[in-house]
């Protein structure tokens, strides 16, 4: 069964850090792509990050980008986003997803813009 599992959320002042986790099983880690996402009450959900795991190809949003940290850890099935510098706009719960990256013709592999399995969230709230 595939299963991804979100933690290390909570309160957090404005300008502080966090590290949430996603924990995954039930399928090859190592060949699939992994997605930070959040949604903050009455807004879309966003992606925030991603890493493809077949080659470590990382993105960013442009809104986190200089302050967040998205790592895999192959060993563990595990993928952190190390948060810092938080803002009260980042206040949202974040999900965490998986699915196979694409392969472009650089030979790069990419996130993929949709994914098929998601995690329950985590609430990372920033304080002002």
């Known amino acids: 069964e595939v299963q991804l599992v979100e933690s290390g959320g909570g309160l957090v002042q404005a300008g502080g850090s966090l590290r949430i986790s996603c924990a995954a099983s039930?399928?090859?880690?190592?060949?699939?792509?992994i997605g930070w996402f959040r949604q903050a009450p009455g807004k879309e959900r966003e992606g925030v990050s991603c890493?493809?795991?077949?080659?470590?190809?990382?993105d960013y949003a442009d809104s986190v980008k200089g302050r967040f940290t998205i790592s895999s850890d192959n060993a563990k099935n595990t993928v952190y986003l190390q948060m810092n510098s938080l803002k009260p706009e980042d206040t949202a719960v974040y999900y965490c997803?998986?699915?196979?990256?694409?392969?472009?013709?650089?030979?790069?592999?990419?996130?993929?813009?949709?994914?098929?399995?998601w995690g329950q969230g985590t609430q990372v709230t920033v304080s002002s």
């Open positions: 039930g399928f090859t880690f190592g060949d699939y792509a």
């Open positions: 890493i493809s795991n077949m080659d470590g190809s990382i």
């Open positions: 997803a998986a699915d196979r990256p694409y392969r472009h013709d650089s030979g790069a592999y990419w996130c993929p813009s949709w994914y098929t399995y």
